[in-house]
T-cell receptor
Framework: NAGVMQNPRHLVRRRGQEARLRCSPM?????VYWYRQLPEEGLKFMVY????????ESGMPKERFSAEFPKEGPSILRIQQVVRGDSAAYFC????????????FGQGTRLTVV | ELKVEQNPLFLSMQEGKNYTIYCNYS?????LYWYRQDPGKSLESLFV?????AVKQEGRLMASLDTKARLSTLHITAAVHDLSATYFC?????????????FGTGTLLAVQP
């Protein structure tokens, strides 16, 4: 049973480009969470999705950031017109249910904006 | 708003010594997680503490949870170099009725030979 799979592991984008980060949850998990970790900081919640629904996006910047989790395929975190401040590690976690179950983390995508 | 604070933020200790990392949180929760993160890596789950008074041990690490004091501790016994990493505690928002986690600031542990 593969764990949470994220790709790419490393992503370099020039300012103004778009970044697409993918997350395939563990088998049997239908709840996905995205977190951002800035250098030397802890993880900050961004968005919580269930299949085809955004449940909580309270931690996501209002502009340039969007997330989806379609019926088929991985969850996507999309950052448009990236800026240097978007450089961070983005982690995805998945869980079997929406509450009272442990969420498991992927390896992360390290985004560098140059 | 749920706040999770860890101290110390940085801990340099010698091999063989004992020390404790503290995690305080600001609102009710009966569940708390401890993670380890090595540089450039993902989070490794260490402990899931599910109730008041819960104590779990794995090797040289022992974690406990006091929900009344809103405090968890991670105790390191006879530290070895391999324990060098950053340790995070995390608390679910709404006291466990969600898997959305609020993370502490992290404690960078450096074990010196």
């Amino acid at each position: 049973n593969a764990g949470v799979m994220q790709n790419p592991r490393h992503l370099v984008r020039r300012r103004g480009q778009e970044a697409r980060l993918r997350c395939s949850p563990m088998k049997g998990h239908s709840h996905v969470y995205w977190y951002r970790q800035l250098p030397e900081e802890g993880l900050k919640f961004m968005v919580y999705l269930q299949k085809e629904n955004i449940i909580d996006e309270s931690g996501m910047p209002k502009e340039r950031f969007s997330a989806e989790f379609p019926k088929e395929g991985p969850s996507i975190l999309r950052i448009q017109q990236v800026v240097r401040g978007d450089s961070a590690a983005y982690f995805c976690a998945s869980s079997r249910t929406g509450a009272n179950t442990e969420a498991f983390f992927g390896q992360g995508t390290r985004l560098t904006v140059v | 708003e749920l706040k999770v604070e860890q101290n110390p933020l940085f801990l340099s200790m010698q091999e063989g010594k004992n020390y404790t990392i503290y995690c305080n949180y600001s609102t009710t929760s009966d569940r708390l997680y401890w993670y380890r993160q090595d540089p450039g890596k993902s989070l490794e789950s260490l402990f899931v503490l599910l109730s008041n008074g819960a104590v779990k041990q794995e090797g040289r690490l022992m974690a406990s949870l006091d929900t009344k004091a809103r405090l968890s501790t991670l105790h390191i016994t006879a530290a070895v170099h391999d324990l060098s990493a950053t340790y995070f505690c995390a608390v679910p928002l709404k006291g466990g009725a969600t898997n959305k986690l609020i993370f502490g600031t992290g404690t960078l542990l450096a074990v010196q030979p």
